[in-house]
């Protein structure tokens, strides 16, 4: 099977959360229009599926090693990359002062959900390079903008994040890297890094890495830590590119998926010091580091959409095809029915589908409030999109990446025992799909974030802006009495409802039980992610007439997922006791 972008589906999705066919109303886009974006999206589709799709199953079975020093990737990838180059895509939606084409999120986002659906490992390169341009944007001198940025814009040169160590994972506070200034406005780093994306390799001719370190005199913990710019390969007041810098890649992960994506230990300092240079404030890195990783998690969120479309895709093909038993349906008695036809095959498809769609609606409803946020005229305005996508973007990346792996798994099933065959390509997507829960803030981490640091965004309006939105929906989903919305309206009721109770305990228990808060913080952010995700189903489909299939998406989600939301909530409420009893460690003594 291979990719195909699903132009109605993202269309659907920017409609109904974004406003597509209204935004020249707006102001926020001069120049831009529905037509164009969907264009954009459109020639990106056509580049995953013929030049990206065909790499996946290849990369995934030979992989980037690492020999004599450098890093090989799989065949076609350095070809595909300078296609990806030439046709601009590493422009799109970065700042026409350095060269890029300043598209908006509402574009961006399904575009690179494109790249990641056709080929995740490939995805991850421009995923981290835009990431790094933009923390390099945020927090770096005019000089180093004027010098690394239009080649980074460009695709020419790739960025990386470099912030864990071996001892220093979500916590970085005991993080060891240093960095020492040499008076000439250069620092001498050294230390390890692990896990780090496309840290090595030869398809661009230079790699920008930033680099979290201590100076000298840094207080301890999160405090003290700076963030610095190392080239591989220092560049020239010219910007051409000088001698190699003392960092190397002293390894590759041997890893369960994501094979073609190299993922490095880098040293570096290994003959004297990596040339660094300061982004931002000293010991004040890790802030200008978020910025990175906020943009990331976006993206990361978007990888998830990817990967369960094409998961999803994959299994439909198959279910087409195979021909096993007979059908309720079937005409002729004699013969086998096609798997698609069989009620459990159908239900696990339904649940594939709308699980991807809903990830798909909550990841870009946060790329239109990054828009508005950006671009808006009126302050009011900026703020308010700026708090619902600090509220969203946790959503965005855990929900959308969990589900990646529970329609991976769904589509391995779809597959019966060829599924677990690496032949049909469905374990891949399984594989491929499992690091995303982890990097860029582990789903758990996003669920503390969401709990303890949005909820309360200006006094909690935030949420209860949120709140209100979904009950005017809700709402207009009731008043309109459409039978072939099934028990739709009461379903997503119940569930609003739901997420109301849970959301109040919350309020009551951060001030003095943050323990507990944060102990039901999981189930709590899968709670919201199930409603807010179901409620826009809902509103696209009150766009359709009877015959639509967003229709019967929106229906299923609501009256077979939705209805998690009161144990959710349950769970919420009086399920974190359980996990607090055993605070010492009784039961896995």
């Keep these: 099977m291979t990719y195909q972008a699903p132009l109605d589906d993202i269309v659907f999705a920017l409609e109904t ?21 969907i264009a954009v999206i459109q020639e990106a589709g056509n580049f995953g599926a013929e030049v990206l799709a065909p790499l996946n199953a290849i990369g995934d079975r030979i992989g980037s090693k690492l020999i004599d020093g450098k890093v090989t990737t799989p065949p076609g990838f350095a070809e595909a990359y300078q296609a990806f180059v030439a046709g601009g895509w590493s422009t799109l939606p970065c700042s026409e002062a350095y060269g890029g084409q300043d598209l908006p999120e509402i574009a961006a986002t399904p575009v690179g959900e494109i790249w990641n ?15 790094a341009i933009h923390a390099i944007e945020a927090g770096g001198s005019e000089a180093l903008k004027a010098k690394y940025l239009p080649k980074m814009v460009a695709g020419e040169w790739t960025g990386t994040m470099n912030l864990t160590e071996p001892h220093a994972g979500s916590d970085l506070s005991p993080l060891s890297t240093r960095a020492v200034p040499q008076g000439d406005g250069t620092y001498r780093i050294t230390g390890t890094k692990i896990f780090i994306t496309w840290g090595e390799h030869g398809m661009a001719e230079n790699i920008i890495h930033l680099v979290l370190a201590r100076l000298p005199d840094a207080p301890p913990g999160t405090r003290g830590i700076s963030l610095f710019l190392v ?12 001698e190699r810098n003392d ?24 003959n004297g010091g990596a040339i660094g240079y300061l982004v931002g404030e000293e010991n004040r ?4 580091m978020f910025v990175m990783m906020n943009a990331a998690r976006l993206g990361v969120g978007a ?15 198959y279910a087409k095809e195979r021909l096993q038993g007979k059908s309720f349906a079937a005409k002729d008695p004699g013969s086998m029915s096609p798997i698609i036809e069989h009620a459990d095959v159908r239900r696990m498809l339904l649940t594939m589908k709308s699980l991807t769609q809903a990830a798909r609606m909550l990841c870009y409803a946060t790329a239109k409030e990054l828009d508005v946020a950006h671009r808006a005229t009126v302050e009011k305005e900026r703020v308010a999109a700026r708090n619902r996508a600090a509220l969203l973007t946790p959503l965005a990346k855990a929900f959308s990446t969990d589900i990646a792996n529970e329609v991976a798994s769904l589509g391995v099933q779809v597959h019966g025992g060829m599924g677990f065959v690496e032949e049909t390509g469905a374990a891949q997507f399984l594989r491929d799909a499992r690091i995303l829960p982890i990097y860029e803030g582990t789903n758990g981490i996003q ?9 309360t965004l200006d006094g909690g309006s935030a949420m209860t802006s949120l709140l209100g939105e979904l009950g005017a929906i809700i709402a207009a989903v009731r008043a309109a009495k459409r039978g072939e919305f099934g028990h739709m309206t009461e379903r997503l009721m ?8 849970a959301t109040l305990w919350m309020a009551q228990m951060l001030p003095g039980n943050q323990e507990k808060a944060l102990a039901s913080a999981t189930p709590y952010l899968r709670l919201m992610s199930l409603v807010t995700g179901g409620t826009y189903l809902a509103k696209g489909a009150l766009a359709k007439d009877a015959a639509s299939p967003y229709i019967v998406i929106a229906r299923f989600f609501a009256e077979n997922i939705l209805t998690e939301a009161r144990g959710l909530s349950d769970a919420v409420q009086h399920g974190a006791d359980a996990v607090l009893v055993d605070a010492h460690g009784a039961v896995f003594a």
Aim: glycine content about 14%.
């Design 231 to 242: 080239p591989k390969y220092l560049v020239g007041d010219d910007g051409s590119l000088g």
């Design 17 to 37: 959360v974004a406003g597509l066919s209204d935004m020249g109303a707006r102001g926020l886009y001069p120049g831009l229009d529905r037509e164009t974006i």
């Design 303 to 317: 990888q998830g959409v990817g990967v369960a479309e094409s998961a999803t895709q994959h299994a439909v093909t």
């Design 494 to 501: 119940e569930g609003l409802s739901a997420l109301q109770t």
């Design 117 to 131: 659906a056709a080929n995740v490992s490939f995805g991850l390169c421009p995923l981290l390079t835009q990431g």
């Design 285 to 288: 890195g890790l802030a200008n």
């Design 447 to 455: 669920a503390i974030d969401l709990v303890t640091r949005k909820l």
């Design 247 to 270: 960092v190397i890649c002293a390894g590759v992960e041997h890893k369960l998926g994501i094979m073609a994506s190299p993922t490095c230990v880098m040293k570096f300092g290994e």
